[in-house]
Structure formats: structure tokens, C-alpha cells
């Protein structure tokens, strides 16, 4: 992903997914670099709490699409928040969750929900959205694959 900024307009209109290892901290850190002004208008705060180690092996561009997405809806959702992204890698899957501790309703924001979905799916994942009195959650759930793998 060259410019993190591009992967929030980006759709993956193609079936061409190319896999490769993506620094799921790495990623986060560039697609919130892109978020600021929006961050600082909403006067929020995103905290990247996934390990620095945390690898997926997906296409980047496509996952780049999906987690900006997630993040700029979690950062439009209401003002005065605290939105953490964490990753969980369990029994051969990966959860990336995106909670925003504002009251925040999920908006088909600019990709629209249809689109985000359509590329997780691409992946191999799907989004669930939780809503609760302190925040919602947004969560992109995927397979973990070894560096073999090859996405049809």
C-alpha cells in the first residue's frame, strides 16, 4: 500500500487478489496517519494496541480498504472517543476489532457497508457489528494462513 490515504477510496472492483505478509501494526499505524484531520475534528483518539509482530498473510490492498473503512466509520461515529484497534488470533482465525467508546451507530458511511463486506468476503472474512451502551465494535474476522497460502 503506497499511500494509505488512497486505500479509504480504493474498492476492489477486480477478483485480483494477491497475497502477501502484511504488519497488521504496520498498517493500522498508516491508515490512522491518513485519519488525522478527521481524528482531530472529532476530537478523538485511536489507539493501535495490535503487537507490532502481528503478521496476516491477505492481500494488502483489499485488507487496507476494509480496515480504513472500519476506521473511519468508528472515527465518524461520535465525537470525543477513544477508538482502539486490537487483534485476537485464535483457533486458526484473526478478529481485528475496532471499538469506539463513543455512542456510535454504523453508518454506510463513503465505501457503504455493502462494499467493506464485499471486500472482507474477497478475503475470506466478514465484518459483525456490536453495539453496546459504551460504544460499538466493529470487527473484520479472517482466516490465518501460512506464508504458502494462495487466495483463490
Not at 485511536?46 to 472515527?75: C, H, K, P, Q, Y
Request: with cysteine.
Amino acid at each position: 500500500m503506497k499511500n494509505p490515504a488512497l486505500a479509504l477510496d480504493w474498492y476492489p472492483a477486480s477478483n485480483s487478489i494477491t497475497a502477501s505478509a502484511v504488519s497488521l501494526h504496520s498498517l493500522v499505524e498508516r491508515l490512522t496517519a491518513g485519519l488525522l484531520p478527521l481524528v482531530a475534528a472529532k476530537k478523538s483518539t485511536i489507539i493501535n494496541d495490535i503487537d507490532s509482530t502481528a503478521e496476516l498473510m491477505t492481500d494488502e490492498n483489499v485488507l487496507a480498504f476494509v480496515l480504513g473503512s472500519l476506521l473511519r466509520d468508528a472515527v465518524n461515529g461520535g465525537a470525543n472517543g477513544c477508538i482502539r484497534v486490537e487483534a485476537v488470533f485464535d483457533a486458526g482465525r484473526v478478529q481485528i476489532h475496532v471499538h469506539n467508546s463513543a455512542f456510535c451507530l454504523y453508518g454506510s458511511g463513503q465505501n457503504g457497508l455493502a462494499q467493506v463486506v464485499h471486500a472482507a468476503r474477497q478475503l475470506g472474512g466478514d465484518i459483525c457489528i456490536y453495539q453496546r451502551e459504551q460504544g460499538t465494535t466493529l470487527t473484520f474476522s479472517i482466516a490465518q494462513h501460512k506464508k504458502n497460502w494462495e487466495i483463490a
